[in-house]
T-cell receptor
């Protein structure tokens, strides 16, 4: 069965520090992978996506993610976090379940001044 | 361009009442998805449509929930009768052409509270 896991429920970082949010998937082939961000009171906004090709993907707002097949991971990174990055981040996975995406449980990011 | 538009943004009603949530997808998008988000269960897909036809409703909790898409620019999610456990944020999303590789665009959600 396909699944996606975000091991960290909460993460707190200081403003200006680097960030890495973890995402692991379980699937027999190359999946379609997405990262979304949800600010309070808003819907989910797409940050970036991976389908194939270059395993390092650049997204909006200075985020990037690296697909590592050997580790079944698609971790999200940002070199320097801003206070406005405080939000909840969702990794999503698409495999062979038709048009449906499977979302991870989310990681809530808090940024300390 | 306008994004996915949901109404109302907030709904508070008493148990047993009928609740109707509305969604206008992005123009030209063929796929429409309804999700429910709660602290306990996270983000769950309830149902999705392709070209106004329901394709998979396996996520609909029970018969009290129903969804329709009478035309390409409008969909509703109804709960009748509503129960306190239905309290959640309900999101509508749309995508173009379908396929799991197409990003989904989300509305800002309807926060539903059943008293």
């Amino acid at each position: 069965a396909q699944s996606v896991t975000q091991p960290d429920i909460h993460i707190t970082v200081s403003e200006g520090a680097s960030l890495e949010l973890r995402c692991n998937y379980s699937y027999g082939a190359t999946p379609y992978l997405f990262w979304y961000v949800q600010s309070p009171g808003q819907g989910l906004q797409l940050l970036l996506k991976y389908f194939s090709g270059d395993t390092l993907v650049q997204g909006i707002k200075g985020f990037e993610a690296e697909f590592k097949r050997s580790q079944s991971s698609f971790n999200l990174r940002k070199p320097s976090v801003h206070w406005s990055d405080a939000a909840e981040y969702f990794c999503a996975f698409g495999g062979d379940a038709g048009n449906m995406l499977t979302f991870g449980g989310g990681t809530r990011l808090m940024v300390k001044p | 361009d306008a994004g996915v538009i949901q109404s109302p943004r907030h709904e508070v009603t008493e148990m047993g009442q009928e609740v109707t949530l509305r969604c206008k997808p992005i123009s030209g998008h063929d796929y429409l998805f309804w999700y429910r988000q709660t602290m306990m269960r996270g983000l769950e897909l309830l149902i999705y449509f392709n070209n106004n036809v329901p394709i998979d409703d396996s996520g609909m909790p029970e018969d009290r929930f129903s969804a329709k898409m009478p035309n390409a620019s409008f969909s509703t999610l109804k709960i009748q009768p509503s129960e306190p456990r239905d309290s959640a944020v309900y999101f509508c999303a749309s995508s173009s052409q379908g396929g799991v590789n197409q990003p989904q665009h989300f509305g800002d959600g309807t926060r539903l509270s059943i008293l």
